[in-house]
């Protein structure tokens, strides 16, 4: 069984640029996660998803982040216009459902500088 | 509010020696507890989990204790190889969130 996929690896931009990281969860997987890990930090969550609705957001910086699924299976997050404090590694997790097991992808390295 | 505190790392043993990762929780209610490693380079990936009290989750030789009096999920390996070098992650999960400690890092020499 193929795992959580995710790209890029790794993406360094100057701050105020743009960026967009891409997932595709486990197959048949209804609900898909979007974490940010801060160095030395453990991940926060950034956006939960059932299926192509939105479960919670609350943590995430609306001004500046944006995240969608359409058709309830890949899912891209967007930062625009990017902070040196966003510098981070995102990453992806799908469940088969809510409260079932998380199975995260590797993550996408973002510097900015 | 929900959350987790781990020991600070890094934590460094020599090869076959014993390991504990302390981590204590707060939480409303009745939380499932995990942990998770990160090996370098790849993604989190579930070792083990607790889902009440007593409980006691096994895997790979670590294994953790569901303490609710004192509100503790400690991981232990009575002996530790080079291969299980990685960042571990002690979690919980209330409804369906899960909260994550700040990582500790281990280190295991030959």
């Known amino acids: 069984e193929a795992g959580v996929a995710q790209s890029p690896r790794y993406k360094i931009i100057e701050k105020r640029q743009s960026v967009a990281f891409w997932c595709n969860p486990i197959?048949?997987?209804?609900?898909l996660y979007w974490y940010q890990q801060i160095l030395g930090q453990g991940p926060k969550l950034l956006i939960q998803f059932q299926n192509n609705g939105v479960v919670d957001d609350s943590q995430l910086p609306k001004d500046r982040f944006s995240a969608e699924r359409l058709k309830g299976v890949d899912s891209t997050l967007k930062i625009q216009p990017a902070k040196l404090e966003d510098s981070a590694v995102y990453l992806c997790?799908?469940?088969?459902?809510?409260?079932?097991?998380?199975?995260f992808g590797p993550g996408t390295r973002l510097t900015v500088t | 509010g929900n959350s987790v505190t781990q020991m600070e790392g890094p934590v460094t043993l020599s090869e076959e020696a014993f390991l504990t990762i302390n981590c204590t929780y707060t939480a409303t209610g009745y939380p499932s507890l995990f942990w998770y490693v990160q090996y370098p380079g790849e993604g989190l990936q579930l070792l083990l989990k607790a889902t009440k009290a007593d409980d006691k989750g096994s895997n790979k030789g670590f294994e953790a204790t569901y303490r609710k009096e004192t509100t503790s999920f400690h991981l232990e390996k009575g002996s530790v190889q080079v291969s299980d070098s990685a960042v571990y992650f002690c979690?919980?999960?209330?409804?369906?969130?899960?909260?994550f400690g700040t990582g500790t890092r281990l280190q295991v020499f030959p």
């Open positions: 997790a799908s469940s088969l459902d809510l409260e079932y097991e998380q199975y």
């Open positions: 979690a919980l999960r209330n409804t369906d969130k899960l909260i």
């Open positions: 197959s048949g997987h209804a609900t």
